[in-house]
Each structure stands twice: as C-alpha cells, then as structure tokens.
C-alpha cells in the first residue's frame, strides 16, 4: 500500500543506507525515489519495470510531477507507452501558454471557465512584459513582479469597451491571487501538453499567495442609499440592480435568466451561473418584479436585457451602475456584488439560519461562515444579554 505523497512526505523522506521509494497512493505509477545521498526523483511507472524519471525535487515541484505522471500515464494507455516528450519550442511565450489554456477548457465544454479565464488575461497579461516572456526563460521574479503591477494597477492601457475602463485599477489581495491561480493553472497546462519543461514549474510553483487577502465585505449600504441607488438607474440596469437586492443572487445570475426559468406559480425562479444551479423561492417584491419582465416573453427568451434583447454582460453593467451610485451620492466602490452582501448581511441579522441563507445565495455554508460569522456571534451576544441563567 502506498502513501498518499504531500510536499511535507516528499521534505520529510530521509535518506537511508539503501535507495527507497515511496508510492503514491492518490496517483496509481507516481513514486519518490530517494537515494543515500538523499537526491530525490519523481519517477513514473506504466508496467513492469516500465518506467521513466520525470525530475528531481525540488527542481521539480510535487504538482508539476503530478500533472506530468498523468500526461505520460494517459499516454500509455493509448499507445502502451509515454510518447517521447518532444522539445518545446524555444519561441513559445507566456501569452501563447494562456491563450493555449482558454482554448484547451472551450474544447472540454468548460465554457464559462474558458470566458473568465480570457478575460482575465486579456486584462492582466496578454499586454503585459510578462505575456512576452518565452516559457524556457521564465524565472520567479517575472512572476513575482507582474503580481505586484498586477496589484498597483501598473498595467498597459486597454482597448476602450463598454463598462470597463481603459486604465487598470489597482487590485484587492484576494482578486490578485485568483489571477495567479489562473495564470499557475494555465502554465501547468503547458506542462501537462509538453509545451513546457517540468522542470520550470519550480518557477512558478515557487511563487505563493498574498497573505491577509481575505477580508470581510466593508461595504453596506441602508436601505434608504438602496432605494437611492434604484432611483438614480436607468431602465434598463435597474431591473438588475433590484433583482441582486432582492434575491442575493450573483450579478451574473439575472444575466443569464430565460423567461422558462421562472415560474411565477410557484413564484420561484431557477438561476445557473457559475455552476450553481439552483431554484430559489421569491420574496412578494421580487416575484412582481419577475412577473413585469416575464410577461408576453417566450421561454428561451432573456428576462434581463440591454435593449430588449441583448444580454446583459459584466462589461456591459459595471458602468451604469457605478453611473448611478455617483448620481445617488453613494460612496466609490459600489458595485451590483454590494447589493448581494447586504442581501446576505440583512438575512442573517434578521434571523435567517446560515444554511438557509448559503443555498438561497449560492454559495457554500463554509464561506458564509467564514465571512458573516461574526454577524451571528454578535446576534448571539445581544440574545445571551436578554437570558437570565442564574
């Protein structure tokens, strides 16, 4: 029986009189050899006394082996043994690897994915130094120093579109680690396809999260700047806006949205982005609103448009209502995501259990907790406050 291989396992295996190997429980063919000398190598086996040397730890990393030990297992499957790995090209970028990515998950049916993935790098990368970077002289540091351009804003302007600026804006921790989640996720893609040495992983692995980068939601708006806002609204954008202040449902909830979704007898409605398919019940408020944009519809028809019948899209969005909040004196930084946290915010002070307010918002119970916990602990301090126990 194997054990289930970990960077603490691989950093703790020590050298013995004898080379010995560790099997990988999690992934069937993995193992860590570690020599006397203590030299450790992540090998891969296919059959008997098949098998190939992947790279040394910790030049390569216990991620890249990984990925690397299914390419060449997959491979075996197919052809009975790892195709030779061929040379990556030596004019192969860093925006080439990227663009490589989003096509590889638009090929798997993982549209959604595909779209957030090249928006991101259109945003942050594909006009940036480190886009241009060849994969073969890729180092931590270019990593490490497009993060931080990619936190200050320091980025190359964009061509204008619609709701969103041409001048980057300087980043939250946590939307700079997403960033380097998809770029890591992309690189090791290259990897897994032999566009890229395993042994460049160690770059990239090497670069770690920013630390403190998850924080409560700061901005709650009373209900009178709510009001405020909806007032200050086109048409148009309104009908979101009161639909996420409604419901709590994501923005692109409302986005995507066909009249056959909602069923006004049951006065439910059923929203699915993000992989979060999920019906939920409409407050009185909200089923009105549903029923005005619902009526005279066919069922494949958007219930939220632009126009009347173009969809709505975050590019699309994010400038009127930041247009709005201006013209309703509300504070900088409002955004329709604003409006579900003090849906979410309001729903728990008002008593609704976490569980309840995770599967209404789409969102797990592990993330309401960990981000409106203390909402319910303070609730819990004024109710211990009105008990007498002894």
């Known amino acids: 029986m194997g054990t289930k291989l970990t960077i603490r396992a691989v950093e703790l295996a020590a050298p013995a009189e004898k080379p010995y190997e560790i099997r990988d429980s999690e992934l069937k063919g993995l193992l860590l050899r570690v020599q006397p000398s203590g030299v450790k190598s992540y090998i891969v086996t296919w059959g008997r006394g098949k098998r190939r040397t992947l790279g040394k730890h910790p030049v390569m990393t216990l991620s890249a082996a990984r990925t690397a030990a299914l390419a060449a297992l997959s ?9 030779a790995v061929s040379k990556p090209k030596a004019d192969t970028t860093v925006a080439d690897a990227c663009r490589d990515y989003v096509s590889g998950l638009t090929k798997d049916g993982r549209k959604a994915a595909a779209d957030d993935a090249a928006r991101r790098f259109e945003r942050c990368l594909y006009g940036d130094k480190l886009g241009k ?6 180092h931590q540091d270019h ?9 200050k804003g320091d980025l190359p302007p964009l061509a204008a579109k619609r709701g969103r600026p041409p001048t980057a804006k300087p980043l939250a921790k946590a939307s700079v680690n997403r960033m380097r ?39 709650y708006l009373e209900i009178e700047q709510r009001r405020a806002l909806l007032e200050a609204a086109q048409e148009a ?61 066919l069922p494949k028809a958007h219930l939220f448009t632009q126009d009347g ?25 409002v955004t329709l995501y604003t409006l579900r946290h003090c849906w979410i915010t309001d729903a728990i002070v008002g008593g609704m259990d976490l569980l309840t307010v995770a599967k209404l918002a789409g969102t797990s119970l592990a993330m309401i907790e960990k981000h409106y916990g203390h909402l319910v602990q303070g609730a819990a301090r004024d109710k211990l406050a009105q008990v007498q126990f002894l």
């Open 75 to 83: 491979e075996a499957s197919q052809h009975g043994a790892p195709v």
């Open 133 to 138: 970077v060849r994969l073969k002289d890729l």
């Open 143 to 151: 990593i490490e120093a497009w993060r931080d351009r990619v936190e």
């Open 181 to 219: 989640t998809v770029l890591v996720a992309a690189l090791n893609y290259a990897v897994a396809r032999r566009k890229a040495s395993p042994d460049v992983a160690f770059e990239w692995a090497s670069v770690k999260p920013l630390q403190d980068a998850s924080r409560r939601r700061g901005l």
């Open 237 to 297: 954008v309104r009908d979101l806006i009161e639909c996420v202040a409604l419901t709590g449902c994501r923005p692109g909830d409302p986005a995507l949205c066909l009249r056959s979704d909602y069923d006004g007898r049951t006065g439910s409605v059923r929203f699915r982005s993000k992989g979060h398919d999920r019906t939920i019940p409409l407050s009185p408020a909200a089923t009105a609103l549903f029923d005005r944009l619902a009526k005279g519809k």
């Open 309 to 333: 019948k173009k969809a709505w899209t975050a590019d699309a969005w994010s400038e009127p209502v930041r247009e709005a909040a201006a013209r309703a004196g509300l504070p900088a930084g």
